[in-house]
């Protein structure tokens, strides 16, 4: 069958499973929108191409499925290269389509030409830069099967507006061949059984777990090696939702902002079990002083983050699935001997201890009538329905988001971790509304944040994609105000935004929203509730709140885990 390369990427997609593209047409990548209207591929067009990107991540982080972008060429290229750097970061499979202008003026400086694959080449997996329509099938076996195994990423693949054009012979590949990708997805079985004896020989043990054991599906098998093994669980900020936050093993978030239980936890153990995690600095904090007593097991399935933070122990390369069947076969075996969880009972009771003397506290009466951020996201997290998917953008309102939000669920909470992309938390939703239709989806911006991608409402408007948004309005770019106020001796440099400018009710309104203003605490759960039954449209809530309020706990930028400022609820103390 005869087809053009356009035809045959479409088709090829269909081929992958793909059943939703976000994109936005443009000259070089014209070709390719033909043939997307006669195909089963549902289109949403987007407003801005970044949107596209992260609506693609949202849909990956909600469903463990690749998604899929398809932009223009030149500034299209170029604006969704935040969205593959954010991808890169944390780890989510996404597959980007550029056009590319003709083969015959690459290289000329054409009218929006950009070399996408330069551009790209330290924030994706892999690209490809297409110059036959024959390779068309083969690259787009070969960009999912990378995106999506190992540990998974973005790709991109650059297709210029001639080989769109140009006719092919279609073919499906039987198989990909990459020499020099292939993945070691099992551990080395004495590194399982050293991980083992490690484990049985532990006082103070720790699981530190990542975003990994999301990506790898392992949230069931890591709930039965942690019974098994009676041991603490604390949840990165990318993992939140890997291991209930209900479970009485689990002590939530560590690391700069994390629960003082988790963080003091870790800097105290003397073995840290870190599964799909990577020593984020923002975990660690001053490394030289992170955790000085602790071992470390170290399981990855990205040989390069063994040892590149800090040296394991036991490193284990491996798909984190796998590895904990197999680190719970060999438990089970006692080929070190016998689980004796009396040597941890002291450490469970310190424990405890940490955790009714330290919870995550705010002023949750205060006098002047306040409205407190934390307070509306414990209002919105107990007033949803189980398995809600709760996306972010990234500052104060994040962290709220992940401190006070209740995850027991994998694949409920989509925010950008490594990057830290402001404007993440709107298209973000979208993607993870698309992805899990049946699944209610807020989101938790901050006005900062809402004023980069609210345009992104109007796709949500124009394509029936009901998601739900809190917009903590404190006028500050709160997190930047807060290192001021505590770092920067109060000097308020261009922070303030405005709590009136814009109107956050009428924008979204315009953008096709129902919209609510909520000034009181009194008026917080109500508006909550009249949101919920809200099924037909978007809804953004605008909640006034007290501008004054900051993240606590809090580890300062270059301190250890040691040096964490509980706030002034604990003053005295």
């Given at each position: 069958?005869?087809?053009?390369?356009?035809?045959?990427?479409?088709k090829s997609?269909?081929?992958?499973?793909?059943?939703?593209?976000?994109?936005?047409?443009?000259?070089?990548?014209?070709?390719?929108?033909?043939?997307?209207?006669?195909s089963?591929?549902?289109?949403?067009?987007?407003?801005?191409?970044?949107?596209?990107?992260?609506?693609?991540?949202?849909?990956?982080?909600?469903?463990?499925k690749p998604?899929?972008?398809?932009?223009?060429?030149?500034?299209?290229?170029?604006?969704?290269?935040?969205?593959?750097?954010?991808?890169?970061?944390d780890?989510?499979?996404?597959?980007?389509?550029?056009?590319?202008?003709?083969?015959?003026?690459?290289?000329?400086?054409?009218f929006?030409?950009?070399?996408?694959?330069?551009?790209t080449?330290?924030?994706?997996?892999?690209?490809?830069?297409?110059?036959?329509?024959?390779?068309i099938?083969?690259?787009?076996?070969?960009?999912f099967?990378?995106?999506t195994?190992g540990?998974?990423?973005?790709?991109?693949?650059?297709?210029?507006?001639?080989?769109s054009?140009?006719?092919?012979?279609?073919y499906?590949?039987?198989?990909v061949?990459?020499?020099?990708?292939?993945?070691n997805?099992?551990?080395?079985?004495?590194?399982?059984?050293?991980?083992a004896?490690?484990?049985?020989?532990?006082?103070?043990?720790?699981?530190?777990?990542?975003?990994g054991v999301?990506?790898?599906?392992?949230?069931?098998?890591?709930?039965?090696?942690?019974?098994?093994?009676?041991?603490?669980?604390?949840t990165?900020?990318?993992?939140?939702?890997?291991?209930?936050?209900?479970?009485p093993?689990c002590?939530?978030?560590?690391?700069m902002h994390?629960?003082?239980t988790?963080?003091?936890?870790?800097?105290?153990?003397d073995?840290?079990?870190?599964?799909?995690?990577?020593?984020?600095d923002?975990?660690?904090?001053?490394?030289?002083?992170?955790?000085?007593e602790?071992?470390?097991?170290?399981?990855?399935?990205?040989?390069?983050?063994?040892?590149?933070?800090?040296?394991?122990d036991?490193?284990?390369?491996?798909?984190v699935?796998?590895v904990?069947?197999?680190?719970?076969?060999?438990?089970?075996?006692?080929?070190?001997?016998?689980?004796?969880?009396s040597?941890?009972q002291?450490?469970?009771?310190?424990?405890?201890?940490?955790?009714e003397?330290?919870?995550?506290?705010?002023e949750?009466d205060?006098?002047?009538?306040?409205?407190?951020?934390?307070?509306?996201?414990?209002?919105?997290s107990?007033?949803?329905?189980?398995?809600?998917?709760?996306a972010s953008?990234v500052?104060?309102?994040q962290?709220?988001?992940s401190?006070?939000?209740?995850?027991?669920?994998?694949n409920?909470?989509?925010?950008?971790?490594?990057?830290?992309?402001?404007?993440?938390?709107?298209?973000a939703?979208?993607?993870?509304?698309?992805?899990?239709?049946?699944k209610?989806?807020?989101?938790?911006?901050?006005?900062?944040?809402?004023?980069?991608?609210a345009q992104?409402?109007?796709?949500?408007?124009?394509?029936?994609?009901?998601?739900?948004?809190?917009?903590l309005?404190?006028?500050?770019?709160?997190m930047?105000?807060?290192?001021?106020?505590?770092?920067?001796?109060?000097?308020?440099?261009?922070?303030?935004?405005?709590?009136d400018?814009?109107?956050?009710?009428?924008?979204?309104?315009?953008?096709?929203?129902?919209?609510?203003?909520?000034?009181?605490?009194?008026?917080?759960?109500?508006t909550?509730?009249?949101a919920?039954?809200?099924?037909?449209?978007?809804v953004?809530?605008?909640?006034?709140?007290?501008?004054?309020?900051?993240?606590f706990?809090?580890v300062?930028?270059?301190?250890?885990?040691?040096?964490v400022?509980?706030?002034?609820?604990?003053?005295?103390?």
């Open positions: 069958m005869r087809i053009t390369g356009a035809q045959a990427l479409v997609l269909e081929m992958q499973g793909v059943d939703v593209v976000f994109g936005l047409p443009g000259g070089a990548i014209l070709p390719v929108y033909d043939p997307i209207i006669d089963p591929i549902r289109h949403i067009l987007v407003r801005h191409e970044q949107g596209a990107g992260h609506m693609a991540e949202g849909y990956a982080q909600a469903t463990n998604g899929v972008a398809i932009v223009t060429s030149g500034p299209a290229a170029t604006n969704i290269v935040t969205a593959l750097a954010d991808a890169y970061m780890s989510i499979p996404i597959v980007v389509i550029t056009g590319q202008v003709a083969t015959s003026s690459i290289g000329t400086d054409a929006q030409e950009a070399d996408t694959t330069g551009i080449m330290s924030i994706t997996k892999h690209n490809w830069l297409i110059k036959d329509a024959s390779e099938p083969q690259v787009v076996k070969e960009a099967h990378v995106a195994t540990r998974p990423g973005p790709v991109l693949i650059d297709l210029p507006k001639d080989v054009n140009q006719m092919m012979d279609w499906w590949p039987d198989s061949d990459l020499p020099g990708y292939k993945p997805v099992k551990g080395h079985p004495r590194s399982i059984s050293a991980a004896k490690l484990i049985k020989e532990a006082k103070k043990p720790v699981f530190y777990i990542g975003g999301i990506r790898s599906g392992a949230s069931a098998a890591l709930k039965t090696l942690v019974e098994k093994c009676n041991i603490p669980v604390v990165t900020l990318m993992g939140r939702g890997a291991f209930p936050d209900d479970h093993l002590l939530g978030m560590p690391g994390g629960t003082y988790a963080i003091t936890a870790m800097q105290k153990s073995l840290l079990i870190t599964l799909g995690a990577r020593f984020d923002r975990v660690t904090g001053k490394v030289s002083g992170f955790a000085p602790a071992k470390i097991i170290h399981v990855d399935i990205d040989p390069a983050e063994l040892g590149k933070v800090r040296r394991a036991v490193p284990i390369v491996g798909d699935k796998l904990i069947e197999e680190l719970i076969e060999a438990l089970d075996k006692g080929e070190a001997g016998e689980l004796d969880y040597i941890t002291e450490w469970h009771d310190q424990v405890k201890k940490w955790q003397d330290f919870p995550l506290r705010y949750e205060p006098k002047d009538g306040s409205l407190k951020p934390q307070y509306v996201v414990e209002c919105l107990k007033l949803a329905p189980e398995g809600t998917i709760l953008g500052g104060q309102h962290m709220w988001g401190q006070f939000w209740h995850f027991n669920d994998a409920t909470w989509i925010n950008s971790g490594g990057l830290g992309t402001m404007g993440f938390a709107i298209p939703a979208i993607g993870a509304k698309v992805g899990r239709p049946d209610m989806v807020w989101a938790v911006d901050g006005d900062g944040c809402f004023q980069m991608t992104e409402l109007v796709t949500a408007s124009a394509e029936r994609i009901p998601v739900k948004i809190a917009l309005n404190n006028a500050y770019l709160g930047v105000r807060q290192w001021q106020e505590m770092f920067y001796e109060e000097r308020y440099s261009e922070v303030y935004l405005s709590p400018l814009p109107d956050y009710v009428k924008w979204a309104e315009a953008m096709g929203c129902v919209a609510f203003r909520v000034e009181t605490p009194e008026d917080v759960i109500p909550i509730e009249k919920n039954q809200i099924n037909d449209r978007s953004v809530i605008e909640f006034r709140t007290d501008w004054r309020e900051k993240v706990p809090m300062p930028s270059g301190a250890t885990n040691d040096e400022v509980l706030g002034p609820m604990f003053e005295g103390r």
